[in-house]
Protein backbone atom coordinates (compact mmCIF):
# COMPACT_ATOMS: atom_id res chain seq x y z
CA UNK A 1 0.00 0.00 0.00
CA UNK A 2 1.59 3.73 -1.18
CA UNK A 3 1.62 5.72 1.76
CA UNK A 4 0.28 9.20 1.08
CA UNK A 5 2.58 12.34 0.66
CA UNK A 6 1.78 14.57 3.68
CA UNK A 7 1.58 18.27 3.32
CA UNK A 8 3.96 20.87 4.38
CA UNK A 9 3.92 24.30 4.59
CA UNK A 10 5.87 25.86 1.54
CA UNK A 11 9.02 26.78 2.07
CA UNK A 12 10.31 30.42 1.88
CA UNK A 13 9.21 33.48 2.48
CA UNK A 14 5.48 34.46 2.41
CA UNK A 15 4.14 35.95 -1.20
CA UNK A 16 0.93 38.81 -0.88
CA UNK A 17 -0.72 38.44 -4.04
CA UNK A 18 0.12 41.49 -6.63
CA UNK A 19 -3.01 43.15 -6.88
CA UNK A 20 -1.09 45.80 -9.55
CA UNK A 21 -0.93 48.34 -6.88
CA UNK A 22 2.22 47.27 -5.24
CA UNK A 23 4.39 44.48 -4.38
CA UNK A 24 5.49 43.03 -0.76
CA UNK A 25 3.42 43.71 2.21
CA UNK A 26 4.35 47.34 2.45
CA UNK A 27 1.28 48.83 0.11
CA UNK A 28 -1.28 46.38 1.59
CA UNK A 29 0.00 48.04 4.98
CA UNK A 30 -0.28 51.12 3.57
CA UNK A 31 -4.02 50.27 3.00
CA UNK A 32 -5.24 48.79 5.72
CA UNK A 33 -3.73 51.46 7.93
CA UNK A 34 -4.96 54.17 5.79
CA UNK A 35 -8.70 52.39 6.15
CA UNK A 36 -8.40 52.19 9.67
CA UNK A 37 -7.32 55.66 10.31
CA UNK A 38 -10.27 56.84 7.88
CA UNK A 39 -13.00 55.03 9.90
CA UNK A 40 -11.71 56.54 12.91
CA UNK A 41 -11.48 59.48 11.67
CA UNK A 42 -15.08 59.96 10.63
CA UNK A 43 -16.51 58.45 13.78
CA UNK A 44 -14.37 60.91 15.97
CA UNK A 45 -15.56 63.96 13.38
CA UNK A 46 -19.16 62.91 13.84
CA UNK A 47 -18.68 62.99 17.40
CA UNK A 48 -16.87 66.37 17.50
CA UNK A 49 -19.09 68.11 14.96
CA UNK A 50 -22.62 67.24 15.27
CA UNK A 51 -23.23 69.83 18.18
CA UNK A 52 -21.99 72.67 16.19
CA UNK A 53 -23.77 71.60 13.19
CA UNK A 54 -26.99 71.40 15.03
CA UNK A 55 -26.00 75.12 16.24
CA UNK A 56 -25.58 76.10 12.53
CA UNK A 57 -29.09 75.17 11.81
CA UNK A 58 -27.71 72.18 9.94
CA UNK A 59 -28.44 68.47 10.06
CA UNK A 60 -26.09 66.82 12.96
CA UNK A 61 -24.06 64.82 10.20
CA UNK A 62 -23.64 68.02 7.76
CA UNK A 63 -19.71 68.06 8.62
CA UNK A 64 -19.16 63.86 8.51
CA UNK A 65 -21.01 63.43 4.78
CA UNK A 66 -19.15 66.40 3.32
CA UNK A 67 -16.06 64.86 4.99
CA UNK A 68 -17.27 61.56 3.62
CA UNK A 69 -17.03 62.44 -0.07
CA UNK A 70 -13.94 63.87 0.27
CA UNK A 71 -12.88 60.54 1.86
CA UNK A 72 -14.49 58.96 -1.51
CA UNK A 73 -12.82 60.98 -3.75
CA UNK A 74 -9.36 60.82 -1.82
CA UNK A 75 -9.59 57.03 -2.42
CA UNK A 76 -9.85 57.48 -6.11
CA UNK A 77 -7.18 59.66 -5.77
CA UNK A 78 -4.82 57.61 -3.92
CA UNK A 79 -5.21 54.28 -6.13
CA UNK A 80 -5.14 56.77 -9.38
CA UNK A 81 -1.37 57.46 -8.12
CA UNK A 82 -0.66 54.79 -6.46
CA UNK A 83 -1.43 53.04 -10.28
CA UNK A 84 0.62 56.02 -11.77
CA UNK A 85 4.42 55.13 -12.00
CA UNK A 86 6.30 57.83 -9.91
CA UNK A 87 9.04 59.08 -12.17
CA UNK A 88 5.86 60.77 -14.01
CA UNK A 89 5.97 63.28 -11.08
CA UNK A 90 9.17 64.56 -12.12
CA UNK A 91 7.97 65.85 -15.22
CA UNK A 92 4.99 67.31 -13.98
CA UNK A 93 7.03 68.93 -10.72
CA UNK A 94 7.44 72.17 -12.73
CA UNK A 95 4.09 72.64 -13.90
CA UNK A 96 2.44 71.84 -10.23
CA UNK A 97 4.84 74.11 -8.82
CA UNK A 98 3.32 77.09 -11.38
CA UNK A 99 0.21 76.44 -10.34
CA UNK A 100 0.94 76.05 -7.16
CA UNK A 101 2.92 79.52 -6.94
CA UNK A 102 -0.44 81.30 -8.82
CA UNK A 103 -2.73 80.09 -6.85
CA UNK A 104 -1.26 81.42 -3.16
CA UNK A 105 -0.50 84.42 -4.92
CA UNK A 106 -4.52 85.11 -5.88
CA UNK A 107 -4.93 84.57 -2.57
CA UNK A 108 -2.95 87.67 -1.43
CA UNK A 109 -4.02 89.93 -3.86
CA UNK A 110 -5.89 93.11 -3.12
CA UNK A 111 -8.76 93.07 -5.67
CA UNK A 112 -9.32 89.32 -5.73
CA UNK A 113 -11.41 88.80 -2.38
CA UNK A 114 -14.58 87.97 -4.33
CA UNK A 115 -13.07 84.39 -5.07
CA UNK A 116 -10.62 84.45 -2.15
CA UNK A 117 -12.57 85.78 0.96
CA UNK A 118 -11.28 86.61 4.32
CA UNK A 119 -12.09 83.88 7.05
CA UNK A 120 -11.47 84.15 10.26
CA UNK A 121 -8.41 86.81 9.63
CA UNK A 122 -6.90 84.65 6.86
CA UNK A 123 -7.16 84.52 3.06
CA UNK A 124 -6.37 80.62 2.72
CA UNK A 125 -9.20 79.40 0.24
CA UNK A 126 -10.04 79.95 -3.28
CA UNK A 127 -13.63 79.75 -4.25
CA UNK A 128 -13.76 78.68 -7.60
CA UNK A 129 -17.06 76.58 -8.33
CA UNK A 130 -14.96 74.61 -5.75
CA UNK A 131 -13.41 75.79 -2.43
CA UNK A 132 -10.30 74.65 -2.29
CA UNK A 133 -7.06 75.64 0.01
CA UNK A 134 -3.69 75.74 -2.23
CA UNK A 135 -1.69 75.77 0.56
CA UNK A 136 -2.50 72.19 0.84
CA UNK A 137 -2.00 71.45 -3.22
CA UNK A 138 1.69 73.02 -2.58
CA UNK A 139 2.93 70.18 -0.04
CA UNK A 140 2.65 68.20 -3.07
CA UNK A 141 4.63 70.59 -5.17
CA UNK A 142 7.47 71.50 -2.79
CA UNK A 143 7.88 67.36 -2.41
CA UNK A 144 7.94 66.52 -6.13
CA UNK A 145 9.95 69.55 -6.96
CA UNK A 146 12.25 69.31 -4.37
CA UNK A 147 12.92 65.71 -5.36
CA UNK A 148 13.59 66.19 -8.60
CA UNK A 149 15.91 69.00 -8.83
CA UNK A 150 17.78 67.39 -5.68
CA UNK A 151 18.57 64.60 -7.92
CA UNK A 152 19.78 66.76 -10.62
CA UNK A 153 22.05 68.78 -8.42
CA UNK A 154 23.20 65.55 -6.22
CA UNK A 155 26.44 66.27 -7.16
CA UNK A 156 26.62 70.69 -6.92
CA UNK A 157 25.41 70.42 -2.58
CA UNK A 158 29.21 71.11 -1.72
CA UNK A 159 28.68 74.44 -3.34
CA UNK A 160 26.05 77.08 -1.76
CA UNK A 161 25.55 79.05 -4.70
CA UNK A 162 25.33 76.55 -6.78
CA UNK A 163 23.60 73.60 -4.45
CA UNK A 164 20.89 74.82 -2.03
CA UNK A 165 20.77 78.69 -2.77
CA UNK A 166 18.64 77.79 -5.88
CA UNK A 167 16.23 75.91 -3.75
CA UNK A 168 16.29 78.76 -1.29
CA UNK A 169 15.11 81.14 -3.46
CA UNK A 170 11.76 78.89 -5.38
CA UNK A 171 10.64 78.22 -1.76
CA UNK A 172 10.37 81.39 -0.81
CA UNK A 173 8.15 81.92 -3.75
CA UNK A 174 5.45 79.05 -2.22
CA UNK A 175 6.59 80.19 1.23
CA UNK A 176 5.87 84.12 1.36
CA UNK A 177 2.31 83.93 0.19
CA UNK A 178 1.33 81.25 2.42
CA UNK A 179 3.29 83.15 5.30
CA UNK A 180 1.64 86.26 3.93
CA UNK A 181 -1.96 84.45 3.81
CA UNK A 182 -1.17 84.53 7.20
CA UNK A 183 -0.57 81.14 7.75
CA UNK A 184 3.01 80.50 9.25
CA UNK A 185 2.65 76.82 10.81
CA UNK A 186 2.06 75.58 6.86
CA UNK A 187 4.80 78.27 5.62
CA UNK A 188 7.12 76.04 8.06
CA UNK A 189 6.33 73.52 7.82
CA UNK A 190 6.43 73.03 4.01
CA UNK A 191 10.25 74.78 4.69
CA UNK A 192 10.78 71.79 6.84
CA UNK A 193 9.63 69.51 4.48
CA UNK A 194 12.74 70.92 1.58
CA UNK A 195 14.91 71.57 4.01
CA UNK A 196 14.31 67.62 4.89
CA UNK A 197 14.77 66.50 1.38
CA UNK A 198 17.79 68.78 0.51
CA UNK A 199 19.28 67.15 3.76
CA UNK A 200 18.68 63.76 2.73
CA UNK A 201 20.23 63.85 -0.40
CA UNK A 202 23.47 65.17 0.41
CA UNK A 203 23.50 69.19 1.40
CA UNK A 204 26.08 69.74 3.74
CA UNK A 205 25.22 70.80 7.79
CA UNK A 206 27.52 73.75 7.59
CA UNK A 207 24.77 75.37 5.10
CA UNK A 208 22.11 74.44 7.08
CA UNK A 209 23.64 75.99 9.56
CA UNK A 210 24.41 79.28 7.72
CA UNK A 211 20.47 78.92 6.95
CA UNK A 212 19.88 79.07 10.47
CA UNK A 213 21.37 82.14 11.01
CA UNK A 214 19.82 84.23 8.17
CA UNK A 215 16.84 82.92 8.94
CA UNK A 216 16.66 83.48 12.92
CA UNK A 217 16.01 87.06 13.11
CA UNK A 218 12.92 86.76 10.41
CA UNK A 219 11.39 83.62 12.83
CA UNK A 220 12.19 85.45 15.86
CA UNK A 221 9.84 88.94 14.64
CA UNK A 222 7.23 86.56 13.30
CA UNK A 223 6.76 85.08 16.43
CA UNK A 224 7.19 87.76 18.78
CA UNK A 225 6.96 91.02 16.60
CA UNK A 226 2.94 90.15 15.26
CA UNK A 227 0.96 91.09 18.11
CA UNK A 228 -1.08 87.68 17.85
CA UNK A 229 1.26 85.49 17.67
CA UNK A 230 3.14 87.25 20.80
CA UNK A 231 0.22 86.53 22.59
CA UNK A 232 -0.08 82.80 21.75
CA UNK A 233 3.64 82.27 23.10
CA UNK A 234 3.18 84.05 26.29
CA UNK A 235 -0.74 81.99 26.70
CA UNK A 236 1.07 78.60 25.65
CA UNK A 237 3.72 78.98 28.25
CA UNK A 238 1.29 79.34 30.91
CA UNK A 239 -2.29 78.56 29.52
CA UNK A 240 -4.18 79.48 32.70
CA UNK A 241 -2.81 83.04 33.02
CA UNK A 242 -5.20 84.20 30.70
CA UNK A 243 -7.83 81.73 30.33
CA UNK A 244 -11.00 83.43 28.70
CA UNK A 245 -8.25 85.14 25.98
CA UNK A 246 -5.15 84.07 23.86
CA UNK A 247 -4.84 81.32 26.00
CA UNK A 248 -8.76 80.28 26.00
CA UNK A 249 -8.17 77.50 23.39
CA UNK A 250 -4.58 75.73 25.02
CA UNK A 251 -6.63 75.88 28.34
CA UNK A 252 -9.37 73.91 27.27
CA UNK A 253 -7.78 71.98 24.95
CA UNK A 254 -5.63 70.58 28.42
CA UNK A 255 -9.03 70.24 29.91
CA UNK A 256 -10.49 68.50 27.46
CA UNK A 257 -7.54 65.56 27.12
CA UNK A 258 -7.51 65.63 30.50
CA UNK A 259 -11.49 64.90 31.15
CA UNK A 260 -11.03 61.57 29.30
CA UNK A 261 -8.71 59.89 32.07
CA UNK A 262 -7.55 56.31 31.14
CA UNK A 263 -11.01 54.65 28.89
CA UNK A 264 -12.23 57.70 27.70
CA UNK A 265 -15.68 58.63 28.28
CA UNK A 266 -17.59 56.86 25.71
CA UNK A 267 -19.04 57.86 21.99
CA UNK A 268 -20.83 60.97 21.82
CA UNK A 269 -20.43 61.44 25.81
CA UNK A 270 -18.27 64.40 25.95
CA UNK A 271 -19.06 67.36 27.01
CA UNK A 272 -16.45 69.95 25.31
CA UNK A 273 -18.24 69.88 22.08
CA UNK A 274 -20.69 71.67 23.65
CA UNK A 275 -19.15 74.95 22.26
CA UNK A 276 -16.47 75.02 24.95
CA UNK A 277 -13.14 73.89 22.61
CA UNK A 278 -13.24 75.88 19.11
CA UNK A 279 -12.37 74.81 15.83
CA UNK A 280 -12.50 70.66 17.79
CA UNK A 281 -13.61 68.84 14.36
CA UNK A 282 -10.47 70.18 13.08
CA UNK A 283 -6.92 71.92 14.81
CA UNK A 284 -8.24 70.08 19.06
CA UNK A 285 -9.53 66.95 17.25
CA UNK A 286 -6.89 65.28 18.76
CA UNK A 287 -8.23 66.37 22.19
CA UNK A 288 -11.96 65.60 21.01
CA UNK A 289 -10.30 61.95 20.85
CA UNK A 290 -8.30 62.11 24.00
CA UNK A 291 -11.69 62.68 25.78
CA UNK A 292 -13.89 60.09 23.51
CA UNK A 293 -11.26 57.73 23.50
CA UNK A 294 -9.28 58.09 26.69
CA UNK A 295 -5.26 57.02 27.02
CA UNK A 296 -6.16 53.82 25.14
CA UNK A 297 -7.84 55.24 22.21
CA UNK A 298 -4.85 57.71 22.16
CA UNK A 299 -2.18 55.30 22.26
CA UNK A 300 -3.87 53.73 19.12
CA UNK A 301 -4.02 56.29 16.92
CA UNK A 302 -0.51 57.35 17.85
CA UNK A 303 0.83 53.24 17.24
CA UNK A 304 -1.04 53.74 13.94
CA UNK A 305 0.64 56.82 13.07
CA UNK A 306 3.72 55.01 13.85
CA UNK A 307 3.32 52.10 12.33
CA UNK A 308 2.52 54.04 9.17
CA UNK A 309 5.16 56.13 8.89
CA UNK A 310 7.94 53.19 9.71
CA UNK A 311 6.16 51.59 6.77
CA UNK A 312 7.00 54.77 4.37
CA UNK A 313 10.22 55.02 5.51
CA UNK A 314 10.96 51.34 4.87
CA UNK A 315 8.95 51.82 1.16
CA UNK A 316 11.95 54.87 0.69
CA UNK A 317 14.77 52.71 2.00
CA UNK A 318 13.87 50.34 -0.82
CA UNK A 319 13.15 52.35 -3.75
CA UNK A 320 15.05 51.63 -6.97
CA UNK A 321 16.53 55.14 -7.07
CA UNK A 322 17.06 58.14 -5.50
CA UNK A 323 14.02 60.52 -6.71
CA UNK A 324 11.91 57.48 -5.44
CA UNK A 325 13.32 57.17 -2.40
CA UNK A 326 13.06 61.63 -1.54
CA UNK A 327 9.42 61.82 -2.96
CA UNK A 328 8.33 58.60 -0.32
CA UNK A 329 10.74 60.28 2.04
CA UNK A 330 9.15 63.77 1.65
CA UNK A 331 5.85 62.30 1.57
CA UNK A 332 5.92 60.04 4.72
CA UNK A 333 7.75 63.05 6.47
CA UNK A 334 4.72 65.37 5.40
CA UNK A 335 2.50 62.68 7.36
CA UNK A 336 4.47 62.25 10.37
CA UNK A 337 5.56 66.44 10.72
CA UNK A 338 1.24 67.56 10.53
CA UNK A 339 0.47 64.19 13.14
CA UNK A 340 3.31 65.32 15.40
CA UNK A 341 2.49 69.19 15.30
CA UNK A 342 -1.12 68.42 15.57
CA UNK A 343 -0.70 65.95 18.72
CA UNK A 344 2.19 68.86 19.98
CA UNK A 345 -0.74 71.19 19.88
CA UNK A 346 -3.04 69.60 21.40
CA UNK A 347 -1.15 68.76 24.73
CA UNK A 348 0.06 72.12 24.65
CA UNK A 349 3.21 71.38 24.00
CA UNK A 350 3.58 73.77 20.74
CA UNK A 351 1.76 77.06 20.42
CA UNK A 352 -1.61 77.10 18.71
CA UNK A 353 -1.45 76.38 15.37
CA UNK A 354 -3.86 75.44 12.47
CA UNK A 355 -2.34 72.30 11.06
CA UNK A 356 -4.72 69.34 10.69
CA UNK A 357 -4.46 65.76 12.18
CA UNK A 358 -4.01 63.65 8.84
CA UNK A 359 -7.04 61.61 7.49
CA UNK A 360 -8.85 63.48 11.07
CA UNK A 361 -9.08 66.32 11.19
CA UNK A 362 -12.08 67.76 9.18
CA UNK A 363 -10.76 69.35 5.28
CA UNK A 364 -11.14 67.74 2.51
CA UNK A 365 -8.18 69.90 0.57
CA UNK A 366 -6.00 68.31 3.34
CA UNK A 367 -7.54 64.72 3.24
CA UNK A 368 -7.28 64.39 -0.34
CA UNK A 369 -3.63 65.96 -0.91
CA UNK A 370 -3.13 63.23 2.00
CA UNK A 371 -4.50 60.24 0.78
CA UNK A 372 -2.96 61.22 -2.82
CA UNK A 373 0.82 61.53 -0.84
CA UNK A 374 -0.12 57.65 0.52
CA UNK A 375 -0.89 56.60 -3.45
CA UNK A 376 2.18 58.22 -4.87
CA UNK A 377 3.88 56.33 -1.61
CA UNK A 378 2.67 53.07 -3.19
CA UNK A 379 3.66 53.91 -6.42
CA UNK A 380 7.04 53.58 -5.43
CA UNK A 381 6.51 50.35 -3.69
CA UNK A 382 5.23 48.94 -6.81
CA UNK A 383 8.95 48.52 -8.35
CA UNK A 384 10.47 45.50 -7.43
CA UNK A 385 11.87 46.16 -3.81
CA UNK A 386 15.21 46.15 -2.99
CA UNK A 387 16.71 46.57 -6.43
CA UNK A 388 18.86 49.35 -6.48
CA UNK A 389 19.56 51.59 -9.84
CA UNK A 390 22.94 53.82 -10.13
CA UNK A 391 22.55 56.79 -8.73
CA UNK A 392 24.15 60.01 -9.76
Known amino acids: MTARPVDIAPAGPVRF ?19 FLLVFGLVSL ?8 MEQELADTYYVLRQGTG ?3 GVVVMFGCACLPYSVWSRLSWPLLLISIGSLVLLILPWTESI ?30 TAGMAVKKVSQFRSL ?5 PFLVVWALLVLPIALEPDFSTALLISLLGLLIVFSAGARISHFAFLGLLLAPIVYWQLVGVGFRAQRLLAWANPASDPTGAGFQAYQSLITMGSGGITGVGIGQGRQKFGFLPEAHNDFIFSMIGEQWGLIGVLILLMMYVALVLVGFRIASRAPDLFGELIALGFT ?14 LSLLPTTGLALPL ?25 PGVKAARA
Do not use: C
Not at 127 to 140: H, L, N, Y
Not at 161 to 165: E, Q, S, W
Open 17 to 35: PDSGLGRGWESSAVIVLTA
Open 46 to 53: YNASSILA
Open 71 to 73: VVI
Open 116 to 145: APSINGSRRWLRIGITVQPSEFAKIAIVVW
Open 161 to 165: RRGLA
Open 333 to 346: SLIALQALLHMAVG
Open 360 to 384: ISYGRSNLIVTLASLGILMSVARVA
